[in-house]
C-alpha cells in the first residue's frame, strides 16, 4: 500500500486515533520504543483507532485510515510483543472524514513517575524529525512544504514527554473536546489482559461494549 502511493500520500511512519465524530485526529511520532502502538491502543479505548504504523495525508491533508493488527507487548518484562486485530482489541472504526488536529513527538521516560509534560518543537527541528520519519518523502512534489502546510494546519508540533500510556489520555481528551472517559466503558467489566488474549482465553471483544 505504501510503496502504491509513492509520489501521491505523505506517509508519516505513526500512530494515529481520532475522534470518533468530528474526524479529528492525533498523530503519535516518534522513534522506535517511544511507545506509539501502546499509546494507540490506552487511547482507542476513548477514541477510534486510525493506525499504529503509518499516517497517510491527501494533498489536501485529509487522513486515510491504516488500520493494521496492533503490534503490543504481552508481559510485564516487554520480552516479547505480538500483533492484535482492531476485532481481537474491540476498537471503534474511525468516521468517513478524518483531519489532523495535533502532531505528537512521543518523548517516553523509563524511571520514576512525571506527569506529562507538553513542549513545542521549533519548526526546523520538527521538520527534520518529521522527514527523517517519513516512507518515501523524496517522491513528493516540493516536499518539505508539503510537511510545513501539516505543521502549519495543526499549528506547531508538540514534543511530549511522558512515563505512561494512560497519562495521555487527559491531553488527548482536552485537545480533541472530549468529555470525561464514556460512562459505559466505566460502568463495563475490566478488559482482558494481552497476555489473556494471546492466550485465547479472553472473552471475544464483540461481546464488550463499545462507544456509540
Request: charged content about 20%; overall charge negative; proline content about 9%.
Amino acid at each position: 500500500a505504501i510503496e502504491a502511493s509513492e509520489g501521491e500520500l505523505l506517509m508519516l511512519r505513526a500512530a494515529a486515533v481520532t475522534h470518533p465524530v468530528t474526524g479529528r485526529c492525533v498523530i503519535l511520532a516518534g522513534p522506535p520504543g517511544s511507545g506509539k502502538s501502546t499509546v494507540a491502543r490506552a487511547l482507542t479505548r476513548y477514541f477510534a483507532y486510525v493506525t499504529d504504523e503509518t499516517v497517510a495525508l491527501t494533498p489536501s491533508l485529509e487522513v486515510l485510515p491504516y488500520p493494521k493488527p496492533m503490534s503490543l507487548w504481552v508481559d510485564d518484562a516487554r520480552s516479547r510483543k505480538q500483533q492484535f486485530s482492531p476485532a481481537e482489541l474491540g476498537v471503534q472504526r474511525p468516521p468517513a472524514v478524518l483531519r489532523p488536529a495535533a502532531v505528537f513527538l512521543l518523548d517516553r521516560q523509563d524511571e520514576g513517575y512525571m506527569p506529562p509534560v507538553l513542549t513545542e518543537t521549533p519548526i526546523e527541528e520538527a521538520l527534520a524529525f518529521l522527514a527523517g520519519h517519513t516512507s518515501l518523502l523524496a517522491s513528493l512534489d516540493r516536499p518539505l512544504h508539503v510537511l510545513a502546510d501539516l505543521v502549519h494546519t495543526v499549528g506547531g508540533v508538540h514534543r511530549v514527554a511522558y512515563r505512561e500510556a494512560d497519562d495521555l489520555v487527559g491531553i488527548t481528551q482536552r485537545l480533541l473536546n472530549e468529555d470525561a472517559p464514556h460512562p459505559l466503558r466505566e460502568a463495563q467489566e475490566p478488559e482482558p489482559t494481552l497476555a489473556e488474549l494471546a492466550g485465547g482465553s479472553a472473552t471475544s471483544p464483540d461481546g464488550r461494549e463499545h462507544i456509540a
